[in-house]
């Protein structure tokens, strides 16, 4: 407030004629101004013969009142008004630094098994030895298992999907009930609404709350294809398809992600 | 120190910024990504037609026992219930059996088909099972009944040698349809005609096939001859003439022996199959096995046309 009473006369009068010659003359507005003015003169543009807005928002001492008081309001609002901004604020302010720093984020590593399984035997059928579904006697099962990083530094919970993409046959047969999904999760993990839309079966993914994935800790998904002997329309199934042995059915993929709980949604 | 109003101004406008910048960035909470996929496809398979959905198919170890062999007898017309369960090229469209089986190594045992000309209708006492609403296919004569017995008789070649003197053909030549016996193996459907020199021959079913040379237990096999991937196909004939008697030629003499497929024609309305004597409408198919144990995927379809 001290250099108020000093400032308006002089530095209305020595820096209004200073502006047009900074942008004309620099060398000797240098010399008739402070040094800081150098620097602020030379980050604005060259001056034009008409002011421009921002030298007629300092020019007078009420306008620099008018502009301050407004730059300040604005201000205040973005500090208080946006509950994202407070809530940031808070968490940094009640746990460690690092958990926020983008360079120790979080991670997570998904696997996926194929497996023959036996689900039960027919008079009629008979597996050959290998891998792949045979009807009424093997089915496939894929094993997701999705891990946490254990270097994760918070707790976490899994949302995504799994997409089964199936072929022509594929499609085929599930209209017929003769392809069979099924899908079960471990460790909180839950799989449910099934739908099959444009020939992709695609199920929601979804963590139980109270079962958060502590770093390190992994859940399982398990989805096992099974095609039956007989379909929903009686056909024999492992004589109609007797012509497409080991031909593809569906592939699986499963997109997980994992999001930090807040530290309230923490098990202990 | 100076009152320097564009200092100010940028650096309030630059704490906008930095406080604008958290709600941007960290509006939401940590997250990461993971993925993950397989493929799963069809395996590998031998299979036969299911007897529970196919009535005309039949597994042998369904047959009934009867001394040291498993037998079962069917009344066989041409109907939809004894059509053929998968398609196969039947250029004689006539009777005819496929021997189904999975196995990488056939056991060994025996086998032996053939059918017969019927004589009349079965009386009530004759059935373990009685043909139910015209179901046939699902009929069993009971091997130890009398036609049974006189059926059982004919198929292991000790019944019908004799000459029969009103017709001068023995009884056997003129019921037999030949089917799968010891003549017979999977190079040729058609094939194993007996040999009769005429009217006055006997022919007779010899013994009881190897499954090995008569079965195919490999889906992956080439047709060829009676194969058909895991299933041989044989297909019926006969030397006698609708009605049993020996066929003749223009002039009215006793024609050349000369085989034939026996040739089913479907029953007509309101008549009971049952009755038939000329071997065009009926026939009675004897199925018998010996053997340990067969594999359970082992079974015979029976179809005419």
Not at chain 2, 25 to 44: C, E, H, K, R
Not at chain 2, 102 to 109: L, R
Not at chain 2, 110 to 121: E, I, K, N, P, Y
Not at chain 2, 188 to 198: E, F, K, L
Request: hydrophobic residues 40%.
């Amino acid at each position: 407030m001290s250099t108020d009473p000093q400032q308006p006369a002089p530095g209305t009068e020595s820096e209004t004629p200073s502006a047009p010659k900074s942008g004309a003359v620099p060398d000797s507005a240098a010399e008739s101004t402070s040094a800081s003015v150098p620097e602020s003169a030379a980050a604005v543009a060259p001056a034009t013969a008409k002011e421009s807005l921002f030298r007629r928002l300092f020019r007078t001492r009420s306008a620099r009142v008018w502009t301050v008081a407004v730059l300040a309001a604005l201000t205040g609002v973005a500090l208080l008004g946006g509950p994202g901004t407070i809530a940031y604020l808070s968490d940094q302010a009640s746990g460690p630094t690092a958990t926020i720093s983008a360079a120790t984020g979080i991670s997570a590593t998904a696997t996926a098994t194929l497996d023959t399984v036996t689900t039960g035997t027919s008079r009629t059928i008979v597996a050959a030895p290998g891998t792949g579904i045979v009807p009424g006697v093997r089915a496939q099962r894929i094993r997701f298992v999705v891990t946490a990083a254990a270097t994760n530094p918070v707790q976490t919970k899994i949302s995504g999907t799994i997409t089964a993409t199936a072929t022509d046959l594929g499609v085929t047969m599930y209209g017929r009930g003769a392809l069979k999904i099924g899908a079960e999760g471990s460790a909180g993990c839950t799989v449910s609404g099934a739908q099959l839309s444009a020939g992709k079966i695609t199920a929601t993914l979804t963590q139980t709350p109270n079962t958060t994935l502590k770093p390190g800790a992994s859940c399982t998904i398990d989805v096992t294809v099974a095609v039956p002997a007989t379909a929903d329309d009686g056909g024999d199934v492992a004589r109609e398809l007797r012509e497409l042995k080991s031909s593809p059915l569906a592939a699986f993929k499963l997109d997980a992600t994992l999001t930090q709980v807040p530290r309230s949604e923490e098990r202990p | 120190m100076k009152f320097r109003p564009r200092l100010i101004a940028l650096g309030v406008g630059l704490a906008l910024a930095a406080v604008g910048i958290p709600t941007a960035v960290t509006g939401a909470y940590l997250t990461t990504t993971a993925s993950a996929s397989a493929d799963t496809a069809l395996g590998n398979w031998c299979s036969v037609p299911d007897p529970a959905k196919k009535a005309n198919v039949y597994a042998l170890s369904d047959f009934q026992s009867v001394g040291s062999s498993r037998v079962l007898i069917v009344p066989v017309v041409r109907s939809a219930q004894f059509a053929s369960t998968e398609g196969i090229a039947n250029t004689t469209d006539g009777l005819g059996v496929r021997l189904w089986g999975c196995a990488d190594k056939i056991p060994a045992g025996s086998v032996r088909v053939s059918a017969w000309r019927g004589t009349g209708a079965p009386t009530a006492g004759d059935w373990s099972v009685a043909p139910a609403a015209g179901n046939l296919a699902a009929a069993r004569l009971n091997p130890a009944g009398a036609l049974g017995s006189s059926l059982r008789a004919l198929a292991d070649g000790t019944g019908g040698q004799a000459i029969d003197p009103a017709t001068g053909v023995a009884a056997s030549t003129s019921r037999y349809s030949w089917l799968v016996d010891a003549n017979r193996n999977r190079s040729d459907r058609v094939g194993a005609v007996p040999a009769c020199g005429g009217k006055d021959c006997v022919v007779a079913p010899t013994g009881a096939a190897a499954l090995d040379s008569v079965f195919s237990g490999n889906a992956a096999a080439t047709p060829s001859g009676a194969v058909h991937g895991n299933s041989a196909v044989y297909l019926a004939a006969n030397y006698y003439a609708p009605g049993g008697t020996w066929p003749k030629t223009p002039a009215g003499t006793a024609a050349p022996a000369s085989a034939h497929p026996t040739v089913l024609t479907p029953p007509a309305a309101g008549t009971n199959p049952l009755e038939d004597t000329t071997g065009s409408v009926l026939q009675w198919v004897v199925l018998e096995w010996t053997g340990a144990q067969v594999p359970p995927s082992f079974e015979i379809e029976v179809f005419a046309g």
